[in-house]
């Protein structure tokens, strides 16, 4: 079933009666699987006082990178107006290495022991999720390294997300503070482009949305698109329609079901691995990679699933906006890619590598959204679309 359908009132129960005859499928009336297509994986942001957050300021940008590796005399000729246009082939000399190599796409080969680490975000408060379960910050638990954790700003203690730490304090990331938080046009804030990459998410065996001891939740990938009012299909910005019908994909590396519970409203997970594809701004055949994924979310009177995820990203996929736009990110956006390469390597809280024991892992957390939708696996109809 490839058309969309709009999900509102009355037509809801068209919809579903409509999907229902198509398919054969059982009555979705006492069907208790609840479908979803995910309209927003956004990063978690959180931007305190400037001065407590960053007191050492905001990390350097490619230009101010530059501009520091110099003496003080060639520094201040460069600073002058009649060398801006010398300063500025310099500065972008400065991204690349003989045989083209650049920053962004090679920050590996970068990352140097002279390369400076970016400044780190050092207020305790931080978004997230507990994904550890760590019983303090030097007793790391299995499968992860020591690191500081965060207070949520709401007050829950254990917080990991060293993503979050590493880029909090750069410019991109952050934006001015005279600004809406996300100003800054880059990753902070940001929706992650999963419209060109749809997701469904179908949550399983719910017999109450107020406690319910075992329940699942599916995540994959489908080949349908979501309908967009206000935005196009494949960019960030506007609403997607709920009530749409989305088949889920076979393939079983882009799908994966996370054992579950419901505790007073909040569905929240057990740790599961999860490999997306992803288009990093406009290429093709990108993955997406969060390892040990944990959710909490929570059903809308709308229908809306909305809440939180977190997990572990291996460090070059967390770079992968970076790492696929090339030099542009750095001569343009200003994003020293090696320092946060490896500021994120110095940081990293997950999945020690056996031999030397550093974690190559880091924790990150997302803020989603998913709309009611139809979801159909194999024909058959595995995810109804209704409020509560």
């Not at 100003?183 to 469904?200: C, E, I, K, S």
Request: some cysteine; proline content about 6%; hydrophobic content about 35%.
């Amino acid at each position: 079933m490839k058309r969309q359908l709009r999900a509102r009132s009355g037509v809801l129960a068209g919809a579903a009666f409509l999907a229902i005859f198509t398919t054969g499928a059982g009555d979705a009336e006492h069907n208790p699987d609840f479908g979803f297509v995910l309209s927003d994986l956004t990063i978690a942001f959180y931007r305190g006082d400037q001065k407590i957050d960053c007191p050492a300021g905001l990390s350097l940008s490619v230009r101010q990178t530059y501009l520091a590796s110099l003496p003080p005399a060639e520094r201040s000729r460069l600073l002058q107006p009649e060398n801006a246009d010398e300063l500025r082939q310099a500065v972008e000399a400065s991204v690349y290495k003989p045989g083209g190599k650049d920053i962004c796409t090679n920050a590996p080969e970068f990352a140097t022991g002279d390369r400076r680490l970016q400044n780190t975000m050092q207020s305790k408060v931080g978004p997230g999720l507990d994904l550890d379960r760590a019983a303090g910050d030097h007793a790391p638990a299995s499968g992860t390294c020591a690191h500081e954790s965060f207070t949520s700003p709401t007050g829950e203690k254990g917080v990991d997300n060293q993503f979050f730490r590493a880029v909090a304090c750069n410019p991109m990331y952050r934006g001015p503070d005279t600004l809406p938080l996300g100003w800054g046009g880059g990753d902070g804030t940001y929706q992650l482009q999963f419209r060109a990459n749809p997701v469904v998410l179908v949550v399983r065996g719910v017999q109450s949305w107020e406690n319910d001891p075992e329940v699942q939740l599916v995540i994959a990938s489908t080949p349908d698109h979501p309908t967009v009012v206000g935005g196009g299909a494949t960019v960030a910005g506007g609403t997607v329609l709920d009530g749409g019908s989305f088949t889920m994909t076979r393939s079983p590396r882009y799908r994966v079901v996370a054992n579950g519970r419901i505790k007073d409203g909040a569905l929240v997970t057990d740790p599961a691995d999860i490999t997306l594809p992803y288009n990093w701004y406009g290429s093709s055949g990108g993955e997406f990679i969060l390892r040990r994924a944990q959710f909490r979310l929570r059903l809308a009177q709308s229908g809306e699933l909305t809440g939180d995820a977190g997990g572990y990203r291996p460090i070059v996929n967390a770079l992968g906006n970076g790492r696929v736009a090339g030099p542009g990110y750095a001569k343009d956006a200003g994003v020293d890619c090696a320092s946060l390469y490896k500021t994120m390597q110095h940081l990293a809280d997950g999945d020690p590598d056996p031999a030397t024991g550093r974690c190559t892992s880091i924790s990150q957390a997302f803020v989603l959204k998913a709309a009611p939708a139809f979801v159909f696996d194999d024909g058959r109809l595995v995810g109804v679309t209704r409020a509560e």
